[in-house]
């Protein structure tokens, strides 16, 4: 049974998280992914390993374990909380503390000196980019959460602040092309599982209306900011949504959590009716700014008639 | 036959290939004039669905098969590699899907060989002209579509969820598909709330509404069961 709040070995080996650099500061988040790494990088017969596990969840690898720890850590004053911004803190060690002198943890905190010397503590995001891209049970997520959902969150603080058309873009995704071309990419790599399958048709319907909103901003090329956030806003809650649902699967989720799984579906179940009925009025509200009348049509090509033509059939018999 | 017509999901999407008036059942009867044609929100939500998971399906088709080409391939055997790529995806599909995939791959062979050929670009551009049909497609729905009775297709936005507790045991006993009882309670729903005349209900599907349609029609006093030929 694993010791919840109480565990000396992972406290010690948060608190060493600390002291890679001088006045540490970091999100919480961070601390999972990175004993995450850890926990990846263990050999099987190191008994911490089987102390950190983890399941997928809103900000990526999450353990209920690790949150505990650091719960412990702040309550006994060994760790700080620092506001930042609206809602938003760091944590600094207040005080070191003695650590365990066992074997597998004098290995483990080896490994994990040798994790954090390659982690940029003042550039966290490559690191955060790393573990999505690498680790994360379903090409969808890196694609929706890092490329995606960053974009438009950019796109709107952007057009917050003054910034007025998404032409505007710089950096990665410098046009509107792309950020679409990213949409459909998400949704060739939806998860294939039944679990999965009421997810995937409200995500399609997004994808539609979404294009649909693009497509009005490339015609008007005027204030975007309703548009822009409506997207955005719809697009957070279809992350949150996925991650309850991707905790439940397999890869989703270490067997130590096999427990929660009802709560985790029946959860899961709630959200999807929230999230079918969230798209439904992103849809309402896309076509009652945009007016069914003045959704672009185009003269098929013989290219789409035919791909349009053959779908009908194999749908039809 | 009366002049008040519900139309089914597959008249819907039918009716998007209206280049095609000759060989198309649900094109040719959409061009039929003097008729009152109405569906409920259920109906526009399936219809949008089938090209939405389409669209989910062949881009998805696309990408998995440029990502498994690319990497390993013989450029002379192109065609056994795209059929045989082809039916090791479609199997993790249902049989409805299956239909779909193949017979988008046999009608489109010529533009998958050129991305097996081409790369990148061409996988590009086919993307883009497979993501404007369908946006096409989608869009026009949406045009035709609309809780209007100056649309084209009066689109009933209020039908309940589930209803007709009496009507729906009846019907389980003949139709096993859910959602067809539930698209055929709409009908009924939109008859007795909104038209009130007796109304066609008009569907290609043979194999789950059409050959039940004297049982059907007992159930539900005021719906004549259609097929568009």
Sequence with gaps: MLQIGTDRVLQGLITQIFLRKKDNQLPKYAIHKILFKLQLELPNDNSVKKRIPFYWYNHGPFSEVIENNITWLKENDILKEYPIQEEKTLLGLEKEIKLPETTDFKEANEILNSISYHVDFYHISSFV?????????????????????????????????????????????????????????????????????????????????????????????????????????????????????????????????????????????????????????????????????????CTPTERSKNILSSVVEGYLN | MFRDHFLDANILVGSRIDWDKQHNLATKYMAVEGLKKHTSKRVYNESKGVFERTRRLILSYLKKFYEEFSVSSNPLRIDQIIKAFTKKFADKFEEKEQNILNSFVERNFGDIRNIALGGEKELGDFKKVVIDTFKNALNSIDRDCVPDSKALIYRYDGCPLTYYTKEYIKLSEVINYENDILVLLDSYFIKNKHIINNICFVTTDYNHILKNKSEIEKVLNGISLMCPD
């Design chain 1, 129 to 297: 980019d790393e573990i999505y891209r690498k680790y994360a049970p379903c090409a969808f997520m890196p694609l929706f959460k890092l490329d995606f959902l960053k974009a438009m969150e950019e796109y709107v603080k952007r057009v917050s602040s003054g910034q007025q058309t998404l032409n505007l873009f710089i950096d990665d995704y410098s046009n509107l092309d792309k950020l679409e071309s990213i949409l459909y990419d998400c949704e060739s790599e939806l998860p294939l599982v039944s679990t999965f399958k009421p997810f995937n048709d409200s995500f399609s319907s997004f994808v539609t209306s979404t294009g649909r909103v693009f497509d009005y901003i490339r015609e008007e090329g005027e204030d975007t900011l309703f548009s822009g956030k409506e997207v955005l806003s719809i697009a957070e809650v279809t992350w949150l949504t996925f991650a309850k649902g991707i905790r439940i699967l397999d890869i989703g989720h270490d067997k130590y959590y096999n427990n929660k799984l009802d709560v985790w579906k029946n959860q899961y179940k709630q959200s999807l009716i929230s999230y079918y009925n969230d798209v439904d009025n992103f849809n309402s509200k896309a076509l009652a700014e945009i007016k069914q009348d003045r959704l672009p049509f």
